[in-house]
């Protein structure tokens, strides 16, 4: 009996102080990302959003980013309000050149980079039967691609400096079929799934580590069109959809020192609806 309490407690005591520390709770006291500059993509709202704040409350440096210019530096305006230190930056991710800009403007601004959270993307429930190849493509565009490049551009940031970490926001649809998406977004999900597993191999020997998480349904303008007997039927075992924020302290966690030794792993954030 004793011997049972013994091993049980600290573990117990371990997950609130983390808790407390890291991600919340205590007045925000914790301060995990002091300084740390990172870049979140697509972070105007959802999810993104979710991330973004949770960093920028724990004291780091956050580029905003959005399509829109004038969305984009309204939000960054909305937190920079409350004392956190955020500041704008906008691009088209359909574009190449501004994906590759986009670092370049916030490594300019930022003086540095630490972390980079591809996270912008999107897709429709399209039949396969009606695909166009120019919808496909500019799926693969703002989804794969500019994933690609960004990290591209962070990497050889991160190189020089022998740190750094990037984290993916892939989908539960890279796992199986895409069954409320078109293929086009499963199937750009499911390469960036590839990408962070080939890049996190490339990048372990200098200390840079790159993961995914995988959401499953989450509350968002992306899923606000689905009814609630939708909803009901997707048969969630958790029971519901997941709020950003429950999306975003994992991201926080994979940017985190509390995951130092994890790279090349994807974090399934989903309430069991694949398991
Ligand atoms: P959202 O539509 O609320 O936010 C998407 C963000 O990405 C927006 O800020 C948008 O401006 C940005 N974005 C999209 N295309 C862009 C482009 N071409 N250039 C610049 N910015 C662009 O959606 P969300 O639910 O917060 O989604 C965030 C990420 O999570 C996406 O990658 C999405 O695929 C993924 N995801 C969402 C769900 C879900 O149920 N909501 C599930 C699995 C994965």
Redesign the pocket.
């Known amino acids: 009996m004793f011997l049972l309490i013994g091993t049980v407690l600290p573990f117990e005591i371990r997950n609130s102080e983390f808790d407390i520390r890291y991600w919340g709770g205590a007045g925000n006291v914790m301060n995990g990302f002091k300084d740390k500059k990172i870049l979140v993509?697509?972070?105007?709202?959802?999810?993104?959003?979710?991330i973004a704040e949770i960093l920028a409350e724990q004291g780091a440096v956050v580029g905003i980013?959005?399509?829109?210019e004038g969305?984009t530096a309204e939000v960054a305006g909305t937190l920079t309000a409350k004392g956190f230190s955020v500041f704008p930056v906008?691009?088209?991710?359909?574009?190449p050149d501004?994906?590759v800009g986009l670092i370049k403007r916030f490594v300019k601004q930022a003086g540095s980079l630490d972390g980079l959270v591809?996270?912008?993307?999107?897709?429709k429930a399209v039949a396969f039967r009606g695909m166009k190849l120019e919808d496909w493509r500019?799926t693969f565009?703002?989804?794969l691609e500019?994933a690609m490049l960004a990290s591209r551009e962070a990497y050889v940031l991160m190189r020089k400096s022998k740190q750094g970490c990037i984290v993916n926001?892939?989908?539960?649809?890279a796992h199986g079929p895409g069954k409320w998406?078109g293929a086009d977004?499963a199937a750009s999900?499911a390469g960036l799934v590839s990408l962070t597993k080939t890049l996190a191999f490339e990048a372990a020997r200098l200390g840079i580590r790159v993961n995914a998480v995988?959401?499953?349904?989450?509350?968002?303008?992306?899923?606000a069109s689905l009814s609630e007997e939708m909803k009901q039927g997707l048969g969630i075992p958790l029971g519901r959809?997941?709020k950003?924020e429950e999306?975003a302290s994992v991201v926080c966690f994979l940017l985190s020192d509390q995951s130092s030794f994890i790279t090349g792993q994807v974090l399934h954030v989903n309430g069991g609806l694949w398991m």
């Open positions: 993509t697509g972070s105007t709202r959802g999810i993104g959003f979710a980013h959005g399509r829109d969305r906008a691009a088209d991710l359909g574009n501004e994906a591809n996270n912008a993307g999107g897709g500019n565009s703002a989804n500019a926001v892939a989908s539960i649809a998406m977004y999900k995988s959401p499953g349904m989450v509350a968002t303008d992306m899923t959809l997941a950003p999306v």
